[in-house]
């Protein structure tokens, strides 16, 4: 862990040479790594996806089909009716979060999720996402009026309303799991130099509650991520009443 404890505190400043030496600009070196390392486990994973779906009866093939399949029953009922981009954007978002949320399992790594720019940058590409999606949906003309409606002078408090979706998926994400992250730090040292502590560790009890609480609240937070974009979508194609245009 002391390895890992001095990556995380180093940053790297890429624009440095030109004068941009503002934290701003810097970059987590641990976040980005934890971040690669996520990608690259989410690619083996379609690999291996990829080869058992050629099997029609493997197990594994019912279980990812099953997995599409629920995830396509949610983009009917939020959403209205069923879109493979929109089906396919989402699972990829819940399969990332939960990636990233559960990576701790594995030796000295941490959430990226831990990390508010990581959060931020999820909530910004679901913001942007929603909104070609009704542009697309409605058409421009009627995307722009939405900003007006109902006056004209509801244009500023409507912008609001529409960057306020970015900062609360954003910040609810990143605070679960920082808060999460900090619970489990809390146990372990407070348990640490204990007879519990040895006697659980002995028996790998330690590894095993803190490896299941990750597991769920990972699973939970990204759950509950995919949702809120379901239905943010659902309101940037429909708008607030849910009505079809």
């Known amino acids: 862990m002391e390895g890992f404890d001095l990556l995380q505190t180093s940053y790297w400043q890429p624009l440095a040479h030109f004068g941009f030496t503002h934290s701003f600009f810097n970059l987590n070196m641990a976040t ?8 690259i486990v989410l690619l083996i994973l379609c690999l291996v996806m990829g080869f058992f779906l050629k099997y029609k009866n493997g197990k ?3 279980i990812a089909t099953s997995f599409v399949a629920s995830f396509i029953d949610l983009c009917e009922q939020i959403v209205g009716f069923f879109s493979a981009a ?3 954007f989402i699972i990829s978002i819940f399969l990332f979060i939960l990636l990233c949320n559960c990576i701790s399992v594995l030796p000295w790594t941490e959430e990226p999720t831990q990390d508010l720019n990581t959060t931020l940058a999820l909530g910004i590409i679901v913001f942007i996402y929603c909104q070609a999606a009704a542009i697309l949906h409605n058409g421009f003309w009627n ?3 939405e900003y ?3 006056f004209l002078i509801m244009l500023p408090l409507n912008i609001i309303s529409k960057l306020a979706s970015v900062v609360s998926i954003s910040f609810r994400l990143f ?3 920082f808060g999460g992250a900090t619970i489990v730090a809390i146990y372990m040292s407070a348990i640490q130099g204990s007879i519990l502590f040895e006697t659980a560790g002995l028996l790998g009890l330690n590894w095993i509650m803190v490896g299941f609480f ?3 609240e990972g699973f939970l937070q990204a759950f509950v991520f995919a949702m809120l974009s379901f239905s943010y979508l659902s309101i940037a194609i ?8």
Do not use: C, M
């Open 32 to 39: 980005i790594i934890n971040t690669w390392l996520v990608l």
């Open 60 to 62: 594994i093939r019912f």
């Open 238 to 245: 429909h708008g607030e009443s849910g009505d079809e245009q």
């Open 175 to 177: 605070g679960n799991i």
């Open 214 to 216: 990750i597991l769920f």
């Open 148 to 150: 007006f409606a109902p």
């Open 86 to 88: 929109h089906t396919g």
């Open 143 to 145: 995307y722009i009026k």
